[in-house]
């Protein structure tokens, strides 16, 4: 007797799925309530023999477990469904995820040489991208026939007119042109920029670029000066212990001029494919600002003096980063901008 009840709501049990949450507060009234069928099934199991009890106890057990499993699932399955319905949002599904942004590689150099600088008292100056051929080269001592001036370096944007030629600048030493032009000294500033050249674009060339200018003119100011001020740049940025070195070199606007060396920032002066195997990398040109770059700023060049230097930020970059194709920095690939994350906002 007790058995076929049993087999018959077992039968009815396995057969029962619902995603209705009434229809299941249904069930478990019918099956687990207090006056539900299986504490009924234990009140009548108390009345049975006991070969019976034998037989029959792991069976009642069994069955109570049954029922008590298929209310837990289908309720999981209810609740999942409900929210889902409800908002119209699944809350299973994966998030979306948050991306932070990333700063440019030469955003990055181009701020810790300015910091580095900042804590010499070196401020920030900038000029227009579009100058003149006074600003650019004439009032920096180019002569007329200087081949830089030639087409095959400068994008003209205008030849000759009022204010001779227009042209995208080819350096940032035309703003110190339009500070000194501007001001009195003492000058102590540093010139970030985008500067122009006509060349092919490749993986070492690229038709624009950026540079960090320096100009400091005061009294008395000399190439120990000059040395101390980059040999102190160099161990900020490159770490202390970087060497440096200066070859001599020529500039219209400096004289005496140099190009400054440091030991190579990849292999530490062993020997590389970034230092060609010399262990040593160019980073800038350096000089004494030349007394015509000064009389033709009306800056008093018997009494004042300076010195001033500039450097390319990608090839900075490449050495802090060994970013080897300059066409990277312009190109805007998100998976290679993403390596360039920073905690500085
Ligand atoms: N203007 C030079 C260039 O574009 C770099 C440079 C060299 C700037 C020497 C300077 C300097 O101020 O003193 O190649």
Known sequence: MLQDKITQYTAEINAFSTANADELEQFRIKFLGTKGIIKDIFDEFKAVSPEE?????KVL??????AEAKYQTLKEQSEVADTSTDSGLDLTLPGEGFEVGSRHPLAL???????IFNKLGFVVAEGPEIEDDWHNFSALNFPEEHPARDMQDTFFIRKGGENGDIALRTHTSSVQVRMM??????FRAIMPGRVYRNEAISARAHCFFHQVEGLYVDEN?????????LFYFVQE???????????????????PSAEMDISCTICKGDGCQMCKHSGWVEILGCGMVDPNVLD???IDSKKYSGFAFGMGIERIA??????????????NDARFLKQYKTSLI
């Open 181 to 186: 032009e501007a001001g009195k000294p003492p």
């Open 109 to 115: 150099v181009r701020r810790e040489i300015i910091e």
């Open 53 to 57: 009890k034998r037989s029959l106890g």
């Open 61 to 66: 057990n069994e069955f109570k477990q049954l």
């Open 296 to 298: 033709n700023c009306n």
């Open 237 to 255: 940025l490159y770490g202390e212990g970087t060497k440096v070195r200066f070859r001599p070199s020529y500039f219209p606007f400096t004289e």
């Open 221 to 229: 100011v000399s190439f120990a000066d000059l040395k101390q001020t």
């Open 318 to 331: 490449n050495l802090k980063f060994e970013i080897k194709d300059l066409r990277l920095f312009s190109e």
